[in-house]
């Protein structure tokens, strides 16, 4: 033990000895691994009979105590240091374990919540696809019966996710009880429009038997009329879209939804399946409207409705009561009644007080205590769980900064030119090779995932959805331009941060540096870009908009709980994997 810890004191001492002087590196009580020199491939340290995991536990308890002299800290870690850790496995034996923990572990909840409106998903799958959609419609019954039984699954959906349908209440990423309700948010609406939506709701009921089945979990089933060219006795109905050919479920033909599947879910999310179920549904649909706006090189024919006023229309059925409800879940986390009583706060700051208060939320958020979420990926998320964990980042991590570059034309000024030089470096400056997007692929690879953009969407938490669907708002609409500023601020100011527990969990678990580059990589860079933002964008907007600044205010505020959020709920789905595979 004597020589086991003269070992790690020598390490601690001498400034050659980088891999265990970082692992004794802390922030508030927990192990950081810093960036500037990553630790090396696979689980052998440099001093072969000192494992990664003795160094670390050991040098978490000297992080608790006050400084001490190297002496003092080698007899502390030699007293630390009692039981031989369990090998890490290497990237290598990752990579060939991560595809089938994904389909065994994480695939079978997240496909019993897309079970319930899968359906009607696929319909509209198609349509997106349909040529000449918009003015076929208008003739062509069988697009008119396929159009209408979307429309009425997505009513039944808001219903039920942002109109209380299925009342209780349910938390956020932090574990506190936000309610499930709308807001009228008049306040609002008079200074910003959060969308250019319908001023109604989509009308109609749940499709019949005859052609899709939707139940909810309490039993709740509504039928629309049947498609018009099906027969009283015919068991199926095919619908056809020129060359595409949409088959609907009849009430035999879809899947059973284990009830420990649903148990399961609702233990996560703390909330109802069939709630999870309709939010899930609706922001998936979002979503691939809105991933029209970016070019994928695949066929140019999945264009064709790119600007249909019936897509429009669906767009605008789901985001504007989505995001009155989101307003209402930051209002409840702001200790507000309303969202117009938190609207109201916002506005009255004066031109100073919205430069102190960027300033403050800058130094709080960009060194933050950890989260109970973020000490769980620190100390314990398994080196699975970290393959998980990329499969659902890869939707934004493959196309990185995609929804930012439609911020950056327009009128030339300082702002603008801070805002594309960090785009710039997001892109690798041009160089392939160099972009970030790069970097995620390369670690994906190195697990071996599937880098395929989109490969794992569904995956992906409605909440991680939510917060991609909230940044395509904020880019595509001129209006919200300052709310994107602030919500931008946030994402470069705090991102080193949650980097760093992410690099932090892939080096404790022998990682390779290609299996953890793009963290390392991102630390480095942002660390400076959320300075940028806020000296360069953030302060010179309030300058420039002095009664509307408060927007970006609110626009940093948002992202911070919808990512928090997100963020939460992820975690809890790793877990939950996590555990069911060792059971």
């Not at 491939?41 to 000297?62: D, E, F, I, K, N």
Request: glycine fraction near 6%.
């Amino acid at each position: 033990m004597a020589h086991l810890g003269a070992q790690i004191g020598k390490s601690l001492s001498q400034p050659a000895s980088q891999p265990v002087r970082r692992a004794a590196q802390t922030c508030r009580g927990t192990i950081y691994a810093r960036t500037r020199a990553p630790l090396p491939a696979g689980a052998a340290w440099t001093t072969p009979s000192v494992t990664r995991q003795q160094v670390q536990h050991a040098a978490r308890l000297l992080c608790q105590s006050s400084p001490a002299s190297d002496s003092m800290k080698t007899r502390a870690v030699a007293t630390a240091v009692k039981e031989p850790a369990t090998e890490i496995p290497a990237t290598e034996t990752i990579s060939q374990q991560a595809q089938q923990y994904i389909e065994q572990y994480v695939q079978p909840l997240m496909d019993a919540t897309l079970e319930v409106y899968k359906g009607p998903e696929q319909l509209f799958d198609q349509l997106v696809i349909t040529p000449d959609l918009d003015q076929r419609m208008a003739t062509d019954s069988a697009l008119q019966w396929a159009t209408q039984a979307v429309e009425a699954a997505i009513s039944d959906a808001v219903n039920i996710a942002y109109h209380g349908a299925h009342s209780q209440s349910s938390q956020n990423g932090n574990g506190q009880d936000h309610v499930s309700s709308g807001s009228s948010m008049d306040t609002y609406n008079k200074s910003i429009a959060l969308s250019d939506g319908m001023s109604g709701t989509l009308g109609g009921q749940i499709i019949s038997e005859r052609n899709l089945v939707i139940t909810d979990i309490a039993g709740n089933s509504s039928t629309a009329a049947p498609h018009p060219e099906c027969a009283e006795d015919a068991d199926d109905c095919a619908v056809d879209f020129g060359s595409s050919t949409a088959s609907s479920s009849n009430g035999q033909q879809q899947q059973q939804i284990l009830p420990e599947l649903v148990q399961q879910v609702e233990a996560i999310t703390s909330e109802l399946f069939a709630v999870t179920a309709a939010h899930t549904f609706v922001q998936r649909v979002l979503y691939k409207i809105n991933r029209l706006n970016h070019f994928w090189y695949d066929d140019l024919h999945n264009y064709v409705n790119e600007r249909s006023p019936w897509l429009g229309k669906i767009r605008d059925a789901i985001e504007t009561p989505w995001q009155a409800w989101e307003m209402q879940q930051l209002a409840a986390d702001n200790g507000h009644a309303t969202a117009d009583e938190t609207v109201q706060a916002y506005q009255q700051l004066g031109q100073e007080a919205m430069k102190q208060a960027l300033k403050e939320r800058f130094s709080r958020d960009v060194d933050p205590p950890l989260s109970a979420f973020q000490q769980f990926i620190v100390n314990d998320m398994s080196p699975l769980g970290y393959c998980h964990l990329l499969a659902v980042g890869s939707l934004d991590g493959l196309v990185e900064a995609s929804r930012q570059s439609r911020v950056c034309a327009g009128a030339a000024n300082l702002v603008a030119c801070t805002i594309f030089r960090v785009l710039m470096e997001e892109y690798g400056t041009g160089r392939y090779q160099r972009k970030h997007s790069t970097f995620y692929k390369t670690m994906m690879e190195q697990l071996g995932l599937n880098t395929k953009e989109e490969s794992y969407l569904d995956l992906v938490p409605w909440q991680w959805l939510a917060t991609g669907n909230q940044n395509f708002l904020l880019t595509e609409r001129r209006r919200h331009y300052l709310r994107y500023a602030g919500a931008l601020s946030f994402f470069e100011i705090n991102g080193p941060s949650v980097y760093k527990t992410y690099l932090a969990a892939a080096q404790r678990n022998g990682l390779s540096e290609d299996a953890c580059g793009y963290w390392a990589l991102h630390i480095k860079e942002d660390e400076r870009h959320g300075k940028q933002m806020l000296e360069e964008v953030a302060l010179p907007l309030v300058d420039m908009y002095p009664q509307d600044a408060w927007e970006m205010v609110l626009g940093y505020d948002q992202d911070r709980f919808m990512g928090g959020r997100a963020g939460g709920a992820l975690v809890k789905y790793i877990k939950s994997a996590e555990v069911a595979s060792i059971k």
